[in-house]
């Protein structure tokens, strides 16, 4: 929904309603964090930044209940173009807190914004969620965007 101007949804956008596997990950074993398949000690339970589910890979069933982002969008969302903000995604419904709305690549720019929220521990500097690698993202973007295009760091 555009009610602000007469521009059309961004070109590069790609609405998926299936889940799509991607190519397989090349995990590197020797992280100390695996720990057999157990997540570590030291993880957050509270407040996970990830989400575990069960796979192809697992003995359940389909229908386990923790297998939930392979289901697919459960939340109705409506694509809409925002005054001075460009465009976004809302939900048509209250979602209770918890609930999986959707899988959404944010593209550079979210990991440009969030990189102090989101940085991973592997220690690997190929690592693209890495905090030297996100830093180093953020200083290649205000290169070729200038000082006052630098999206705020929250």
Excluded at 7 to 19: A, I, R
Excluded at 75 to 82: D, G, I, M, W
Excluded at 134 to 143: K, V, W
Aim: charged content about 25%; proline content about 5%.
């Amino acid at each position: 929904i555009n009610a602000i101007d007469d521009e059309g949804p961004p070109l590069d956008f790609q609405y998926v309603t299936q889940s799509v596997e991607t190519t397989p990950l090349n995990i590197n074993r020797v992280i100390s964090s695996l720990q057999m398949g157990r997540l570590a000690q030291e993880f957050n339970q509270l407040e996970p930044p990830y989400i575990f589910e069960c796979n192809r890979n697992c003995r359940c069933w389909t229908t386990c209940n923790n297998r939930v982002v392979q289901n697919g969008i459960v939340c109705r969302l409506q694509l809409f173009k925002t005054k001075g903000r460009g465009w976004g995604v809302k939900t048509l419904r209250d979602i209770p807190q918890g609930v999986f709305i959707c899988d959404f690549d944010y593209g550079e720019k979210f990991w440009v914004i969030k990189w102090k929220q989101f940085t991973c521990a592997c220690g690997s500097p190929k690592c693209k969620y890495s905090a030297d690698t996100i830093r180093q993202t953020l200083e290649e973007y205000r290169l070729r965007h200038g000082e006052d295009d630098t999206p705020q760091e929250s």
